[in-house]
């Protein structure tokens, strides 16, 4: 029986050679008067065979559907100043279809402001709230007409209620020529419409260098309730 082994391993080898072709090539023959020799799977071809999963799997079936996805929403951004942001931001926030908001500083020339350079006009900013929202659901025609000329005085120059300074100024600040547009036709209209007895004095201007403001201004009526605002929605 032992003679026969050599001659039953020659066999087992000769019947399974073809298998020895892969992706790296076609199995190298060996020199004439040489026993055979098995070739296992490199590494690297191991991990190809283990690691691609067939193309009817989960992983490729999320891929390819997202790779085309169409039903992810366009955001826009605008950047609105009424008074302190304090009060603006907490309406502004809570408004369905806005996505995102954060206090800040915009409009003016002064490099990375802190809050005490907004005062006097020492930098030229205006107190902002930076507003990221969702125009399938919430136009900017609806936004500014509905809710911002509503919660604060547009009349009023560089004032809000008891605060008073260019930062306080009304102003929509724009990113695009199509925005522009809206704010120009949303102001002239709540100008015409006779709801306030001064004219409307809101600044249109295009978006400039938007700066955040300090930690504790964002969301500082959600942590502080009953703090100080001017603003509320006028009928």
């Not at 008074?83 to 500083?105: D, H, S």
């Not at 003016?108 to 030229?124: N, R």
């Not at 911002?148 to 020529?177: C, K, W």
């Amino acid at each position: 029986m032992r003679r026969w082994l050599p001659l039953l391993f020659t066999w087992v080898v000769v019947a399974l050679s073809p298998l020895q072709a892969g992706p790296e090539g076609p199995a190298t023959q060996p020199p004439a008067g040489t026993a055979p020799t098995t070739v296992l799977p490199t590494a690297r071809t191991f991990t190809a065979l283990v690691s691609k999963p067939p193309m009817n799997s989960p992983t490729n079936a999320v891929a390819a559907g997202n790779a085309g996805s169409t039903n992810a929403p366009s955001l826009e951004t605008v950047y609105l100043a009424g008074g302190c942001f304090w009060g603006m931001e907490e309406i502004l926030r809570n408004i369905p279809g806005v996505k995102e908001t954060q206090a800040g500083y915009t409009g003016g020339w002064l490099p990375k402001p802190k809050y005490d350079d907004t005062h006097d006009s020492k930098s030229g900013h205006a107190e902002s709230v930076k507003v990221v929202f969702d125009p399938a659901v919430l136009p900017l025609e609806e936004l500014l007409e509905k809710w911002f000329f509503r919660m604060h005085d547009p009349t009023t120059l560089n004032r809000q209620g008891n605060d008073v300074g260019s930062q306080y100024r009304s102003a929509i600040f724009t990113f695009n020529e199509a925005q522009k547009k809206t704010a120009t036709t949303v102001k002239a209209r709540v100008n015409a419409s006779g709801k306030w007895r001064r004219p409307v004095v809101t600044e249109i201007a295009d978006a400039s260098t938007w700066y955040p403001a300090e930690g504790y201004h964002q969301k500082y009526l959600l942590k502080n309730p009953g703090g100080y605002s001017c603003h509320y929605l006028r009928d």
